[in-house]
């Protein structure tokens, strides 16, 4: 086998699925990881320009810690840039008052009705110039530092070295990456960037509380490239992070499949070089999977003509489609990537990296099957009912939508707010329970069940769960015991192709799973 170059460690949304096929299929060299995407990071974060904190971890988790941007220049502090957040907030929350959304109505119309146009009839130019506008607030990376350390003289609290140390280690121990380091590991946060998308939290990060997942990628970079960080992990915890392998933060944009590099400014130039030329050509590919589930795209489409189409489809006002979020999912996949490297999955399936053997005290089981079994559960529920009851459980369609207190959507403006999700996002889903399928031995597993919290999911059959044995046996959890479920009669169900392209080249629909030569 070729010596790792270059480890990537995403959410385990389904929608990364496609992207780690292509990462693997791009060079051997690339070894790839599935874990929730606030990184164990359960803090509390605030950018150089907001006005507020939100939480960027799981709802179910109180975050303890408190990280923020501010400016390098201390002395910036009170400058126009700084004060960026107050603005957008008296324009996003106070323009909702009589006086002062009447004034700014009169100030801020013939801007926005120009805006208009621009997003409707000219949606790259007007993408470009907001782009152009953003430039003269934004500050650069270089400018900017992010507060994390706890700091007794801060009412906020951030965190300690050793907490520091825990929540590195933790990732490690639970992916299985404990020796084999590669000398860049790139660590992708994921969030959805488009402008025609009320819902934007249920395209965003679930595990940043439906916020995007750069501050975390970010953070974690930044502790796991701490040398003190490093000597405590490898004193507390025995193992050894090589001087030789970076961290490195990075950002997948869902809608235009982009895959960036947050902090290039840390990297050499050989490597900044070594990765932009990976992530341009796995967008593209990316890019020409994903455009096949959309109509009003040739089937027949270059993967620069594709990627070429989801960019500007996530900068149109007038695409009710920007994504499709997490349609279709069916399945996840709790285990090494062994299991699933070579088969196609099609964007169905939640990866979640988990390897049995490292885990002697079933500590990693039992934390793992108390997050995802509620998050994908979660998720999967989401699309299922909105699917079979379009209008009691999910939104009706989209175009009469009316973003209501900054809280949800009407239909309108005399509705109650709407529940689930648009017709434009459910419209190509299979409904179905998920299945889980983990790998563990049955007893261990029966064990970690008993006491767990989401137990009542698992028993009440609102998840499935297939239990995957060292000895390649699996056993599906029914009618309140674990049968043996016999493969032998599935296995003629299963074709081999050459690449990913030739499984879904010229085809619209859901696509069986595949193996991939």
Not at 128 to 148: G, P
Not at 179 to 186: E, K, R, T
Request: aromatic share 12%; charged share 25%; hydrophobic share 35%.
């Amino acid at each position: 086998a070729s010596e790792v170059k270059l480890q990537v460690v995403m959410c385990i949304d389904d929608r990364e699925e496609s992207i780690r096929r292509h990462l693997e299929e791009y060079s051997e060299e690339i070894e790839t990881f599935g874990y929730a995407g606030h990184f164990g990071l359960n803090m509390m974060f605030k950018g150089l320009h907001q006005a507020h904190f939100r939480a960027l971890c799981p709802v179910s988790v109180r975050p303890e810690h408190f990280v923020w941007e501010r400016s390098a220049d201390i002395n910036q502090e009170v400058s126009s840039k700084s004060k960026l957040g107050r603005i957008k907030q008296l324009f996003f929350y106070h323009s909702k008052t009589p006086i002062i959304g009447a004034f700014l109505a009169l100030l801020l119309a013939p801007f926005a009705l120009l805006m208009y146009f621009l997003d409707t009839l000219l949606p790259k130019q007007g993408h470009d110039f907001k782009q152009f506008i953003d430039k003269l607030f934004v500050s650069s990376e270089d400018d900017v530092v992010m507060e994390y350390e706890f700091n007794e003289e801060n009412k906020l609290r951030g965190y300690t070295v050793e907490e520091m140390a825990d929540v590195v280690f933790a990732m490690l121990k639970t992916i299985g990456l404990k020796d084999g380091f590669a000398p860049l590991i790139y660590i992708c946060g994921h969030g959805s960037k488009n402008i025609n998308n009320p819902h934007e939290a249920a395209y965003d990060c679930g595990a940043c509380s439906g916020g995007k997942g750069f501050p975390n990628a970010k953070l974690f970079s930044t502790m796991g490239n701490r040398e003190d960080v490093r000597k405590l992990i490898a004193s507390k915890y025995q193992v050894q992070i090589p001087d030789t392998t970076k961290f490195v933060a990075g950002y997948h944009n869902t809608c235009n499949d982009d895959l960036l590099i947050l902090e290039p400014n840390k990297l050499e130039t050989e490597e900044y070089s070594y990765l932009s030329q990976v992530f341009t050509e796995v967008n593209k590919h990316d890019a020409k999977e994903r455009v096949r589930k959309f109509e009003n795209v040739s089937l027949n489409v270059s993967e620069e003509a594709a990627l070429d189409h989801v960019q500007s489809r996530a900068i149109n006002m007038s695409q009710p489609r920007p994504e499709y979020g997490h349609s279709t999912n069916t399945l996840c996949l709790v285990g090494t990537r062994q299991r699933s490297r070579d088969i196609f999955l099609d964007r169905r399936a939640f990866l979640v990296s988990y390897d049995q053997n490292k885990d002697e005290n079933l500590d990693v089981l039992e934390a793992l099957i108390n997050s995802i079994v509620p998050v994908c559960a979660g998720i999967n529920l989401e699309y299922y009912f909105s699917y079979v009851d379009r209008e009691y459980f999910g939104s009706g369609v989209k175009q009469p939508h009316n973003v209501t207190s900054l809280m949800g959507v009407m239909t309108g403006y005399r509705s109650d707010l709407r529940l689930g999700l648009p017709w434009q996002m459910v419209e190509i889903h299979e409904p179905m329970r998920i299945t889980i399928v983990l790998d563990s031995e049955l007893e261990k597993f029966k064990s970690v069940m008993e006491n767990c919290q989401s137990k009542n999911l698992i028993v009440n059959y609102w998840v499935r769960i297939i239990v995957a044995t060292p000895d390649k046996k699996y056993y599906l959890y029914e009618n309140d015991e674990f049968v043996l479920i016999d493969t032998s009669k599935y296995a003629h169900y299963i074709k081999e192709y050459s690449n990913n392209k030739a499984i879904y080249e010229g085809k619209t629909e859901i696509i069986d799973f595949a193996l991939i030569e």
